[in-house]
């Protein structure tokens, strides 16, 4: 048996390379399926074309050139019924125990033995916090939905990458007053390339005030405390969207026995070819393998790690 823990899209093509080699495995899930996925704004539309999110040779065809966020979560529910993955839904694996060959995987509701152990957590689960009083506000969200919610509120936009620009711009658009704030002196230059330019006119005819070189200081009730190049600022707001990242469940890697890079990416050591890990018989799959460096794996090019995986389990076991 081999445990897979994450349901999300590379999870799940893990799974499925494992089946073709007549390997048994289950897939243990802390939230819904692709859970991070379903995170994602309602109205998302992804970057990438839908034959390069495909797994298990399963087409994924989309009604425009881009899928929908809405599209993609029906196709990866079609791909695990298609293949029939065993899945277990809204279980949290809390540690483990024993060696390679011989693992106990512990989880909130069960124990599993497994012989090998296949971490594909990916990152968007574990929010990048301020460290700020008032951050714990239920006003306080870091994870964006839809812009009608924030209709003629005051709101906050915190973070200047793809996710801020979005969302500042769309609750703009939705009739809500919108002040942005940023740690360094412009949007980033990364912001997609159709996207950049529109939220920069909208700052720089000041639709939507920007901060910048900016900090939070204190989140109360109804105002936010800003520390500015310019001093002490306090600003009216109802609501804040911080769109400061995201990062891997480390709580998780360190309760697994993973090494990690003593670097400012704090990546899983592993075999850039098997995807082992420094512990014997745990493998990293997808996203988490990039640690902090969220920008560099994608569903796109990770899913090359499923066979990689797959293949090395498979020689390992004979």
């Known amino acids: 048996m081999v445990i897979i823990i994450g349901a999300g899209p590379i999870g799940l093509a893990t799974g499925i390379a494992l089946q073709q080699k007549n390997i048994p495995f289950k897939i243990i899930e802390r939230g819904c399926l692709v859970n991070s996925l379903y ?15 495909e797994i298990g040779n399963v087409p994924f065809i989309s009604h425009g050139p881009k899928p929908t966020r809405a599209e993609a979560l029906e ?21 483990m125990e024993g060696e390679d060959g011989n693992f106990t995987v512990k989880t909130d509701k069960d124990e599993y033995k497994a012989k090998k152990v296949i971490v594909a957590s990916g990152f968007y689960g574990q929010p990048n916090m301020m460290g700020v009083p008032g951050e714990d506000l239920p006003k306080v969200k870091h994870y964006y939905d839809e ?3 924030y209709a003629w509120q005051k709101v906050l936009v915190i973070g200047g990458g793809n996710s801020g620009a979005d969302v500042a711009l769309e609750c703009w658009r939705s009739g809500a007053d919108v002040t942005m704030l940023l740690k360094y002196d412009q949007i980033k230059p990364s912001v997609k390339y159709w996207v950049k330019p529109d939220i920069e006119n909208r700052i720089k005819n000041e639709e ?6 900016s900090e939070v200081k ?9 520390n500015t190049p310019d001093g002490e600022v306090t600003i009216e707001n109802d609501f804040v969207l911080a769109m ?5 469940n480390y709580e998780l890697m360190d309760s697994l026995g993973v090494e990690l890079t003593d670097d400012e990416k704090c990546m899983p050591v592993h075999d850039e070819d098997s995807l082992e890990t420094s512990r014997k018989g745990v493998y990293v799959a997808g996203v988490v393998c990039g640690g902090m460096d969220t920008s560099r794996l994608f569903i796109e090019n990770s899913r090359v790690h499923a066979e990689q995986i797959a293949s090395h389990i498979q020689d390992a076991l004979g």
């Open 39 to 53: 995170h994602y704004p309602t109205n998302m539309t992804f970057f990438s074309t839908s034959d390069k999110l």
């Open 75 to 95: 196709y990866y529910r079609r791909v695990a019924e298609h293949y029939e993955l065993p899945i277990n839904l809204y279980e949290t694996v809390t540690s």
């Open 147 to 149: 812009p009608h919610p």
């Open 208 to 213: 939507i005030p920007c901060f910048f070189n």
């Open 218 to 226: 204190e989140i109360r009730e109804k105002e936010v405390v800003i």
């Open 244 to 248: 400061t990242g995201y990062h891997p």
